[in-house]
Structure formats: C-alpha cells, structure tokens
C-alpha cells in the first residue's frame, strides 16, 4: 500500500450541493494530483498542484476546483454538484511533476 | 493535444507464455510514458516509466516495456505471465506545455491469464 490517504471512502450527496474531498500525500512528495474514474474507465486528469500551486489542468468545468496546503496535503472542491459527478476519486502524490505518482484508494462519490 | 490508445479491451494468455499489452500514444512534445497496474479492489499501483535514455524499460513484478519512437508505442510485456498477474492494466503520458502539466491514461486493458 502507499502513504497516500483519502477521505472520506464513500460520500452520498445531492444535485446542486457542494463537496470537498481530502488527500493526505506520501511523505516526502510536493506534488498532488486528482482523477476522475468512471466505473469501466480510466482516470480523467482534473488537475494538479505542485508547491502549493496549480501547474496542470484537464478537461474540467472551474466548479472544480483545488487546493494544497503547505504540508503538499490538498483538497478537491466540486460545486452545483451534477449526477454525471458520481464517481471514483482518485488522489495521487509523487516526489515532482516528472515523476511516477502513487495513489490512494479512492473516494467513491454517488450524486443523486 | 495528447491522448493515449489501449486497442485491447482484454487480452488472454496463457500461464507461463509471454504476453505484450499494447499502448499508443500521441504528445506535442518529449513524451513521459507510464504502466500504471489495477488489482481488484486496490488501488492503482505504478510499475514502470520511460523519460529518457534505453527504450526498453524494466519495472516491477518482472514486468518490462519498449519504448518505439518511430511507431510511437509503448508496450507492456512479460517473458512469462502468472495467474497473479490478472488485472487492469493503464497506460499514461505525460506532457508539458509552457510549464503546465497534463496527465493522460488510456482506458485499460484487462488481463486475464489461464492457468
């Protein structure tokens, strides 16, 4: 298992409300990034913060929207919460931007 | 813009026969190229990457991939496949433009391997 820690596991939520999802990164990395995993998908690239700051984006409406704080924690904001929104996220830290990322389990979000 | 191709939804093999999982790629740039490895029920786990350097990579679990340039590929194989091996398989490229990142994964590929 890796050191990266996601939370909460699963979350229930409704249309239109807002959600903030929470990652805890591998000692030693400065480097965060999150996904999107639909079931039978590969992860969609949300974005990416590296010291603190976004240093890459997907293909993502702004209502999401990110942060990392200065321990490379970081948090995943998703407003007006749509059904299409129901998914896997996926965090994952690395040591930099080149290199390989190790992921946490997950948090399972259902939007109903 | 950068995208990643898995051709293969799945792919059987049989235990102890060498097995290639396939990836294409397309990046503006130098690419960075990742195998990335789903077991049921676990997380994504990283197995091996090329940035630069040999074009055939080893990684984890006796896994190892060859970079192609010229057909812009990046295949997965193993000289003997295990049952253990049986899972959900993503390619990734990473690119830069401008200092900013993008990360692309391919839509997996599932190995089944046969005792």
Same mark, same amino acid.
């Given at each position: ?6 939370? +909460? ?16 990164? /591998? ?8 996904? /999107? ?5 590969? @992860? /969609? ?10 240093? #890459? ?8 929207? #990110?942060?990392?704080? +200065? ?25 930099? +931007?080149?290199?390989? /990322?190790?992921? #946490? @389990? ?7 | 813009?950068?995208? =990643? ?10 235990? &102890? ?9 397309? =990046?503006? &740039? ?6 990335? =490895? %789903? ?5 994504? %786990? $990283?197995? *091996? ?9 080893? &990684?984890?679990?006796?896994? !190892?991939? !060859? $970079? ?13 496949? *295990?049952?253990?091996?049986?899972? *959900?398989? $993503? ?9 900013? %990142?993008? =990360?692309?994964? &391919? ?9």
């Amino acid at each position: 298992e890796t050191g990266v820690t996601q939370s +909460p596991t699963h979350l229930i939520k409704t249309r239109g409300q807002q959600v903030t999802l929470r990652c805890s990164s /591998q000692s030693g990395h400065n480097t965060v990034s999150w996904y /999107q995993q639909a079931l039978g998908q590969g @992860p /969609q690239f949300i974005f990416q913060y590296y010291r603190e700051e976004e240093n #890459g984006r997907g293909n993502f409406p702004p209502r999401f929207s #990110g942060l990392q704080f +200065p321990n490379y924690s970081s948090e995943l904001n998703v407003n007006a919460l749509e059904l299409d929104d129901s998914a896997l996220y996926l965090c994952a830290s690395s040591r930099g +931007p080149d290199y390989e /990322q190790y992921f #946490g @389990p997950g948090t399972r979000l259902t939007v109903t | 813009a950068q995208s =990643v191709a898995q051709p293969e939804d799945q792919v059987n093999v049989a235990e &102890g026969n060498p097995l290639t999982v396939k990836c294409t790629y397309s =990046v503006s &740039g130098n690419p960075y190229l990742f195998w990335y =490895v %789903q077991y049921p029920n676990r997380g994504l %786990q $990283f197995l *091996l990457k090329y940035i630069t350097g040999d074009n055939l990579v080893k &990684g984890s679990y006796g896994f !190892e991939a !060859e $970079f192609n340039k010229s057909q812009t590929s990046f295949h997965l194989k193993k000289p003997s496949a *295990l049952v253990s091996d049986s899972a *959900l398989y $993503f390619c990734a490229v990473r690119d830069e433009s401008g200092g900013y %990142q993008k =990360v692309t994964f &391919g839509t997996g590929t599932k190995l089944q391997v046969i005792p």
